[in-house]
């Protein structure tokens, strides 16, 4: 190449670049410069930014939170055999006997057990766990993170929340601190502590996936309860059989739910579980160690959550709220002044914008406490003040017989020593009236029926047939007569 060729392309790329230069300034003139504001980004306070992307630690929660929990062991006595098959001398000379000599009757089913977790909530030795955890249970023992052993006493329960209350003797225990359920937030990472398969200490993660749940599975064990409280935390922390009972805890280590169920298609782990909000197990605990007996209020209304239809109906903007479909006759909302078609859209101040949502809001409240309710009636907005009333209808505090006689719907009368000897009983109560309850709608029970015995116990008073009946669940059997009749008659049914 001559110099004249290479003159010229230098010419070129000198101009091109000349070119380039003054389109790329003209381009990015003052009037178009980018500007980075060095500014303090915005977040919610105890949460780390995101854009640090920094690794969540729970190594706190897990120090914190795991000496808390605790593995159950239910014990369940064996059930009796057919007789087809057994031995005629353990018949004839008794179990007992015969174990001395030849061992264990091969043909007697031998005790099941059953597992799962619970929390400390209370240094004295209060534990909190599932109802179905320990229902029917004969027998309870309580193994403390350190290893320690204990027989646990049912103090109460209440299966609207799937809740059981436990007590072991002793002080100083690790108790869990109690978190403030409403304040959680979905999307906020949280740890699931429990036993899983027998698998002590076990701590899974996951985010709060939804909250204010329903899955329909406590008004369904409940044989149809329409007072079941269903409004859970959904997590995608693994939870698996054994983990029933355990502690849902955030990053700090506090309870934020006790886990309850899961959604699957096998009966283990497969994406979701859920657990009961803390502010209603709290309010629940301190009922039962307080008063024997869950202490719930009502508003008395028949509710539905509100869809858009409804709500275009009803003139809403959105669907928002909880739409009232009936006010029961003298309840708490009838005398505040609640009517049909009204939308209530806060409880005490908390939006509830489905029934799940309202529930969980009324049963963190006892009879007698007063709420702020607001509501859209006819367009506008406005506020009842409600006195809540038990089952019942009054503001009294319901205590353990009660409430146990008013959900089997019967009323029962000591027999005199007279009676006893006319009917020739030992022991017996007599049924003076039936109402609705559970008596009323699984068992033929009439008045006048003399109950002489409950699974096997005789029973001598009213006090008898409370205490029997107070911490029951599952299968209960009735035995008893009818005056003037010569035959026994045997009723079952499930508490």
């Known amino acids: 190449m001559n110099f004249k060729s290479i003159a010229t392309v230098v010419i070129a790329s000198v101009l091109s670049a000349g070119i380039a230069l003054f389109g790329y300034q003209k381009y990015f003139s003052s009037s178009q410069t980018v500007q980075v504001l060095e500014q303090t980004p915005i977040q919610f306070a105890s949460y780390s930014s995101a854009g640090s992307l920094q690794p969540v630690d729970f190594r706190y929660a897990a120090a914190v939170s795991t000496p808390s929990v605790v593995h159950i062991k239910s014990i369940y006595k064996a059930e009796p055999m057919s007789s087809k098959g057994r031995n005629p001398f353990f018949d004839f000379f008794g179990d007992d006997a015969m174990k001395y000599f030849y061992g264990p009757n091969p043909y007697q089913n031998q005790p099941k057990v059953a597992t799962g977790s619970g929390v400390i909530v209370s240094d004295e030795g209060y534990i909190v ?45 690790p108790a869990m601190n109690f978190a403030n359920s409403d304040s959680v937030m979905i999307g906020e990472w949280v740890m699931a502590v429990g036993n899983p398969f027998n698998l002590s200490s076990t701590v899974t993660a996951g985010i709060v996936s939804a909250k204010a749940r329903n899955i329909n599975i406590l008004s369904g064990k409940n044989q149809g309860s329409n007072s079941a409280i269903e409004s859970f935390i959904q997590t995608d922390a693994a939870v698996n059989p054994g983990n029933s009972g355990g502690a849902l805890v955030n990053l700090e280590g506090n309870l934020i739910g006790i886990n309850t169920a899961i959604a699957s298609p096998t009966g283990s782990y497969a994406g979701y579980s859920f657990a009961v909000p803390a502010n209603i197990v709290k309010k629940v605990v301190f009922d039962i160690e307080k008063y024997g007996a869950t202490q719930r209020g009502f508003l008395g209304v028949q509710i539905r959550s509100t869809d858009d239809e409804l709500a275009k109906k009803l003139g809403l903007n959105k669907p928002i709220g909880v739409y009232i479909e009936a006010v029961n006759e ?57 006195i809540l009333k038990n089952k019942y209808n009054t503001t009294a505090v319901v205590d353990n017989s009660r409430d146990i006689l008013g959900s089997l719907g019967i009323e029962v009368t000591e027999l005199s020593t007279k009676e006893k000897a006319q009917l020739g009983l030992k022991s017996g109560i007599k049924v003076s009236n039936l109402k609705q309850g559970r008596i009323h709608d699984f068992t033929d029970i009439k008045k006048g029926f003399v109950i002489t015995q409950i699974d096997d116990r005789p029973i001598n008073s009213v006090n008898d047939f409370v205490n029997v009946l107070k911490n029951k669940s599952g299968k209960v059997l009735i035995e008893g007569v009818y005056p003037g009749r010569p035959e026994s008659f045997l009723y079952a049914f499930r508490m």
């Open 129 to 173: 766990t599932n109802n179905h955890v320990v229902e029917n249970a004969n027998e309870i023992e309580v193994t403390l993170h350190n290893n320690k052993t204990y027989k646990a006493k049912l103090v109460g329960r209440d299966p609207d929340t799937d809740l059981a209350v436990l007590k072991i003797e002793g002080k100083k225990f």
């Open 330 to 386: 003298g309840s708490a909302g009838a005398e505040a002044g609640l009517k049909a078609r009204d939308v209530i859209t806060k409880i005490d101040g908390i939006n509830v914008n489905s029934s799940p949502e309202l529930q969980e809001q009324v049963a963190k409240f006892r009879p007698g406490d007063k709420l702020k309710v607001e509501y859209y009636r006819d367009g506008k907005l406005n506020e009842a003040n409600v």
